[in-house]
């Protein structure tokens, strides 16, 4: 049976600990893969911090969890797990990034959770626990149902993500009139857009149909005149929605370049991926509003808080899926009597963190995500 749980309600997780027993006296080791120093280092200390939050709310003095720097590093991480793993330490939380993936497939009966969002070409025993693409595809389809989209452009910038987001698209099952594939490059970018939504086709509409009421016995000529002049283009784009699969910067640029080419969000709705809630995007008015799949905002709002009482600054965004991490390994060991081993992450299960559900099957993890809009500068929940 499934069982959907909050880690944080400590007493239900002690009469649970209560009712299984313990499979042995020892404690239970988690290696944390992190960037403590170099580039990173903000983003370890932040991950550590985290992960000592979500400790203290199990509060069971048996799970231990080890911290060591990766540096951002392949050969550094590769060195430290090797550590780790002849101190008997087989569950690992990291690495952060997907480029540190690499030759961990050769411990075996290990398992590393890492918050990287990327799926493709992984080590078999690395779970990807990110936002992946999939599950804000899943969201994002979810939406169209509800606002019964079916015309829908996507356009994907041909950056390193590009295989992700099109595995996700297949996946998900998503309603798709026309994939557009485009160059970030500012140079290139509008022209790019206005081939895809017909600019220039609509744009020799609007002056065909002025020169045809202008040598036009037409009642009304004057008004309908007046009335197209104010006008930038004439006729449909095709389309009733557009995911832009972008962020930040970027984001806001093909968002700039479907304005100037006359595609409006008042016209069609405006989709984008996970955007973290990035409050830059409310200076953005005349792209509003754009909506987008993303974690429970107000369990975020309240880990950020908790978070700056107890550190006194505010966490990365990667903080709160750490957090989460420590709770959904604590909740399924005590689903497997506290025993470490290939069924851990194997068995389908959900779990409740205060990011949202993750659903865990087949060493795969899944987040089933919110919706939200952006709109008078204010981050509205849709579901």
């Known amino acids: 049976m499934k069982v959907v749980i909050k880690f944080f309600i400590i007493l239900y997780l002690v009469i649970l600990k209560s009712s299984v027993g313990y499979a042995s006296d020892e404690s239970i080791k988690i290696g944390l893969l992190a960037p403590l120093s170099g580039e990173y280092s903000n983003i370890g200390k932040s991950i550590i911090q985290s992960s000592k939050m979500g400790i203290n709310k199990i509060d069971d003095s048996k799970i231990l969890i080890l911290p060591r720097d990766t540096n951002a590093n392949n050969e550094q991480t590769l060195k430290k797990v090797e550590s780790l793993y002849e101190e008997g330490v087989r569950i690992f939380i990291g690495p952060v990034f997907n480029k540190n993936l690499s030759g961990l497939n050769k411990f075996d009966g290990a398992v590393f959770l890492s918050l990287t969002n990327k799926i493709l070409n992984n080590p078999d025993n690395v779970i990807s626990v990110g936002i992946n693409a999939k599950s804000q595809f899943d969201a994002i389809k979810k939406y169209q149902e509800k606002e019964k989209l079916n015309k829908t452009l996507i356009l994907i910038p041909k950056k390193d993500y590009k295989n992700e987001i099109e595995e996700a698209i297949t996946k998900s099952k998503i309603r798709v009139k026309k994939v557009f594939y485009y160059d970030t490059d500012p140079t290139k970018l509008t022209k790019q857009i206005e081939k895809v939504t017909k600019y220039k086709i609509r744009k020799q509409n609007l002056k065909d149909e002025i020169k045809r009421i202008e040598n036009s016995d037409e009642p009304n000529k ?51 991926l996970n955007q973290w809630f990035d409050e830059t995007l409310f200076k953005e008015t005349a792209s509003q509003p754009i909506s987008f799949p993303s974690i429970n905002k107000k369990n975020y709002n309240k880990f950020k808080s908790d978070f700056k009482k107890n550190f006194n600054e505010y966490p990365n965004q990667l903080s709160v899926l750490t957090y989460d991490l420590v709770g959904l390994i604590y909740y399924l060991l005590v689903q497997n009597n506290f025993e470490v081993n290939n069924k851990l992450f194997n068995k389908k299960n959900k779990f409740k963190g205060i990011s949202g559900i993750f659903e865990i099957n087949n060493k795969k993890i899944n987040h089933q995500l919110h919706f939200y809009t952006v709109e008078k500068d204010k981050f509205i929940e849709i579901f």
């Open 222 to 272: 004057e008004k309908k005149l007046e009335i197209l002049n104010k006008r930038d283009t004439l006729g449909k784009i095709g389309y009733d929605s557009v995911i832009i699969a972008d962020f930040e910067e970027s984001l806001k640029s093909v968002a700039t370049s479907l304005l100037y080419t006359d595609v409006s969000p008042k016209k069609i709705n405006f989709i984008s």
